[in-house]
Nanobody, 118 residues
Framework: QVQMMEYGGGLVQAGGSLRLACAPA????????MAWYRQAPGKQREMVAT???????NYVDSVKGRFTISKYNGNFTVYLEMNELQPEDTATYYC????????????WGQGIQVTVSS
């Protein structure tokens, strides 16, 4: 069952840019936090960036200054603008939407591949 739908992955040369987008597969109530994670072959999944309902953002150190997370509250779409991509950014990227308390949920996308060639 597809919970979140990701768009925008692909192959890019080092130094290039990509923009990922992710939207819920069905209508949801407002999440508390939306996030992007990534998992490279042979490595654990890591948080890349998060954005709260109030717009506060957080990034893993390796992408600070290069990646920007944003969201559109109208349909709870979350974006990840990725600039100055490097081969070490190659991974499967997953989006996530979390809501705590009443009507809680923890939704994941199926993942989208980003490959950066050197």
């Amino acid at each position: 069952q597809v919970q979140m739908m990701e768009y925008g992955g692909g192959l890019v040369q080092a130094g290039g840019s990509l923009r990922l987008a992710c939207a819920p597969a069905k209508q949801i109530v407002p999440p508390n936090v939306m996030a992007w994670y990534r998992q490279a072959p042979g490595k654990q999944r890591e948080m890349v960036a998060t954005i709260t309902s109030s717009g506060d953002t957080n990034y893993v150190d390796s992408v600070k200054g290069r990646f920007t997370i944003s969201k559109y509250n109208g349909n709870f779409t979350v974006y990840l603008e990725m600039n100055e991509l490097q081969p070490e950014d190659t991974a499967t990227y997953y989006c996530n939407a979390v809501r705590d308390g009443v009507l809680r949920f923890n939704l994941w996308g199926q993942g989208i591949q980003v490959t950066v060639s050197s």
